[in-house]
């Protein structure tokens, strides 16, 4: 079981190392990537049934649309270093973007949130 999971293995470390240095946080890191943006979906969820039920609007469709980029980064990671065992992102531009489409997804989902709670706030 654990040959598959295990990549060859660079800079002459051994398998135990490797898989706990590079292997396991990188599939956490995309879990966790996945989770936020799960979390954000939720709340999205959650601001289309609060505009049903009061007839205010909560604009629940940019709420689900914002945080896009964190599924596109978690993609992106789990493409070169879950698949490929990359150590990290290729410099150069693939990492560029990655972390590009999380900062913005990032402000998005902030400034979603915040309209969301100022309508519920009550302006």
Do not use: H
């Amino acid at each position: 079981m654990m040959q598959l999971i295990l990549f060859t293995v660079p800079f002459g470390i051994d398998p135990a190392q490797y898989q706990t240095l590079v292997v396991i946080p990188n599939y956490l890191l995309v879990l966790g990537a996945l989770l936020l943006w799960l979390a954000f979906i939720v709340l999205g969820i959650i601001a289309r049934r609060y505009e049903i039920v009061l007839a205010e609007r909560t604009r629940w469709q940019f709420m689900i649309f914002a945080p896009t980029g964190i599924l596109l980064f978690a993609v992106i990671q789990f493409l070169y270093c879950g698949i490929e065992g990359k150590m990290m992102l290729p410099k150069g531009g693939v990492d560029y973007i990655a972390y590009g489409l999380f900062f913005l997804s990032g402000v998005l989902s902030l400034v979603a949130n915040v309209r969301f709670f100022k309508v519920t706030k009550g302006k």
